[in-house]
Each structure stands twice: as structure tokens, then as C-alpha cells.
């Protein structure tokens, strides 16, 4: 996908501070609103010099476990996540479950540095260089520019990124400051998802369970990798519209306006319970956070509220959040783990091609949504019937989600 992307100085400066107006969404408790990107694109971002969240800057190391036996050298494989942490539940937490797989299934040896704040992007991965490490996976959006750096200051270190592909530079950019690199990066293997496509399946089961015939969802940051889970969801429920004759409405995203309700964080529950509450408030029972651990108070908002279900996102979150199980509808999951897994193999096997990337999609099993767990029984099965139909259209190519295919 190669639309265009925004300074992340302007972005994340104002994301902290406002959340962008919801049209058509509801009038939520004050989340400081960000100004829509110009067609923002799922797999590039430019260089902030703020951080969302005011946490401290000591970035501890933390070593994995020790690995299974191997009858060859050991991989040591860096690990940096974003600021959302590795315990999040949600989008670090998959991709680190990637790399634990490694240590268990091919004796490899991990380590995690986490970023506290944006500034610690490109010391962590200067650590790791450092300490010698062959194989750097850095984890979001936010450290595409870092990671350019790091790849072509150190061509000998091979890296993976995970939600980010090079080249990322577009008309005006500074390298270096608004984008990472104007061409691919032979060291660098982008791993990005059609997350669109499994959206646009959960939003149809959304508006296919409403009751109130109104459904919500709300991001972290108005940046491209959350915006595509709202796109897709959006269209969705439009498909079912257009399918049933129904008028199924959706608050917290508008994909024409390029404009919804954004918490400004990734790590802070409450706000996600807050954010929720007030689509909640305007009739939504069923809520869709993209927004990392802030994400997981919108499972406390449905649980208080009831009578209103949420769909996670990233992993099955069913799983990952248990006591959220009984009013989750379905999770869409972005399949990290296995593309960060599938890249440290490739490295331990001498087959690691940088200058490529991987793009998840439903016909090859990188996104998708969850099982219904404990509210399979709630789901009819003339709608489980119909999902599967337009699975197989998606990937048929039947069926679009007004989202751009991603390279």
C-alpha cells in the first residue's frame, strides 16, 4: 500500500493532546482528539520526537528463558517492542510469542528490550548491534524510521519489522526524519497484514448480532495500522447493510471523513473503558478497540454495561484476556507469531532474504478471525454459513474492502 503518510512530530504531539472528532461517531468523555492523516498508509510512519505516554526512560533488558538444546549454534535473536510493553495482551505479546516458539522449537536464544518511550527506539536497537546480536525484530509502526536507520548503518545485522515495509519515503519526505528509506533495504524483512480483510469479516458478524443496530470502535493513535482494522470493520458492517437492506450504524469511525475517536494511548485500560462507555452510551452493543492494552477496558465497559458484546483484535483475545471470554464475539487476529517465527527460521536455516516482504492475508492464513468461543451458541448458524462465504470471496477477490493491497 503506498499512500502517503504525515510527519509523526505533528501527529503524536496532537494525539496526546486531543483525540479527532467522531463522524458519525457519538460525543464521547474528552479523549483528546488527532487530526486525521493525510490517506494514511498500514505500513509506513515517519519519525516522532514525543512520546504518548510519560513513562520513565530506563529500558530494562529482560533475558528469555533458556532454550531448548540444539545440535547447532544457537540463534540469538533481539527483540524491541513498542511502547505498548510485552506483557499488552494483545500486539507485542503476539509477536514475542513468535520468538518464544523459536527458543522452544529451535533452540533459540531471545532477548527483549522494551521501549518506554519513543526516544528509546533507536538506543535499544543500538544495544543490540552492539552486543552482537545477528537478527534485530523491532515490533510497530512507530519504529520504521529507527529501524532504517539501524539496518543501514549495520548491513551485516540482519532485521525483521513487524506492521512496516521499506521503501516508506514519499514527495517532500526527510529521510531519516519523516520516513526511513527510499528504497528496500537488503538487510530488512518487512512483515505487514491485510488486517482489512479480517475487520471487514468481524464487522459483519457485528452488525449480523446487533440488537440495537449499532456497533462502535475506537484506536490508540489515528495511525495506518489501526486505522485499517477500522476501515475494514466500517466496511463490513456496509456489506451487510447492502446484503440485508439494514441500517446498521457505526460510531467511532468514518472512513469517507478519515475521522474517529482515538484514546491518544496504547497503555491505559481506563481510557479504553472510558472510550467504550461513551459508544456504549449511544446505543453500541457490540465495540471493537484497536488499541492495544488501552484496548482491554472495553471488555470491563461491556462486562459493566451488559448486554453488549466486543471483538478483540491482534490475537484471540478469549485467550489472552480470560476474564473478558463472556463477552467476546471474536478476535481479529493478525498472526505475528507466526511471521516472526517463520523469519527467525528462515535465519537459522541460511535462507533469511531481506529486501522482501510478507504480507499476511486470509488466503495464506495471516489474519482471520477467532473462533466464538463460549458465544458460539449465540452465533446463528445461517450467519456463520454467510461468513464463510465471503471469506472465501475475499480471498477470491469477489468481494473489496476499499483498502488497498499492501506490497
Do not use: H
Amino acid at each position: 500500500m503506498r499512500t502517503r503518510v504525515f510527519s509523526i512530530v505533528a501527529l503524536i504531539a496532537l494525539a496526546v493532546l486531543v483525540v479527532a472528532a467522531c463522524a458519525p461517531a457519538p460525543t464521547p468523555t474528552p479523549v483528546p482528539p488527532t487530526p486525521a492523516p493525510p490517506t494514511a498508509v498500514p505500513t509506513k510512519a515517519p519519525v516522532a520526537t514525543t512520546a504518548p505516554t510519560a513513562a520513565p526512560t530506563a529500558v530494562p533488558a529482560t533475558t528469555a528463558p533458556t532454550p531448548a538444546p540444539t545440535t547447532a549454534a544457537a540463534l540469538k535473536v533481539a527483540f524491541v517492542t513498542d511502547i505498548g510493553g510485552i506483557d499488552d495482551k494483545s500486539f507485542n505479546q503476539t509477536a514475542w510469542a513468535g520468538v518464544e516458539k523459536a527458543q522452544k522449537d529451535l533452540g533459540a536464544q531471545g532477548k527483549v528490550l522494551q521501549s518506554r518511550q519513543q526516544t528509546d527506539y533507536e538506543k535499544n536497537i543500538t544495544t543490540f548491534v552492539q552486543e552482537g546480536y545477528p537478527l534485530i525484530i523491532t515490533v510497530g509502526f512507530l519504529l520504521g524510521p529507527a529501524t532504517a536507520k539501524g539496518a543501514i548503518d549495520n548491513p551485516k545485522v540482519n532485521f525483521a519489522i513487524v506492521d512496516y515495509t521499506y521503501p516508506d519515503c514519499y514527495p517532500g519526505a526527510k529521510v531519516g526524519v519523516d520516513c526511513g528509506s527510499e528504497k528496500a533495504l537488503p538487510n530488512v524483512r518487512g512483515l505487514a497484514f491485510q488486517t482489512d480483510q479480517a475487520a471487514f469479516l468481524a464487522g459483519y458478524l457485528s452488525a449480523g448480532m446487533s440488537k440495537t443496530k449499532v456497533v462502535g470502535t475506537f484506536g490508540g493513535l489515528q495511525i495506518p495500522t489501526v486505522t485499517i482494522f477500522m476501515k475494514g470493520f466500517q466496511a463490513g458492517v456496509e456489506y451487510y447493510n447492502t446484503q440485508k437492506k439494514d441500517t446498521v450504524k457505526v460510531l467511532g469511525w468514518d472512513t469517507k471523513a478519515d475521522k474517529g475517536l482515538f484514546t491518544g494511548t496504547f497503555t491505559d485500560p481506563d481510557k479504553g473503558r472510558t472510550a467504550a462507555k461513551s459508544l456504549i452510551d449511544e446505543k453500541a452493543d457490540v465495540v471493537m478497540p484497536v488499541a492495544g492494552l488501552t484496548g482491554n477496558g472495553a471488555f470491563t465497559a461491556a462486562k459493566t454495561a451488559g448486554n453488549v458484546l466486543a471483538v478483540g483484535v491482534d490475537t484471540d483475545q478469549c485467550k489472552s484476556v480470560p476474564d473478558a471470554c463472556p463477552v467476546l464475539l471474536t478476535s481479529v487476529q493478525k498472526n505475528m507469531d507466526a511471521a516472526v517465527f517463520d523469519s527467525i527460521k528462515a535465519m537459522a536455516e541460511g535462507k533469511f532474504k531481506g529486501g522482501e516482504n510478507y504480507v499476511g492475508t486470509l488466503a495464506n492464513g495471516g489474519v482471520g478471525i477467532a473462533p466464538f468461543n463460549q458465544l458460539e451458541s449465540k452465533v446463528p448458524a445461517a450467519l456463520k454459513t454467510e461468513l464463510d462465504q465471503i471469506k472465501a470471496d475475499l480471498i477470491a477477490g469477489k468481494i473489496k474492502t476499499g483498502v488497498d493491497a499492501i506490497k
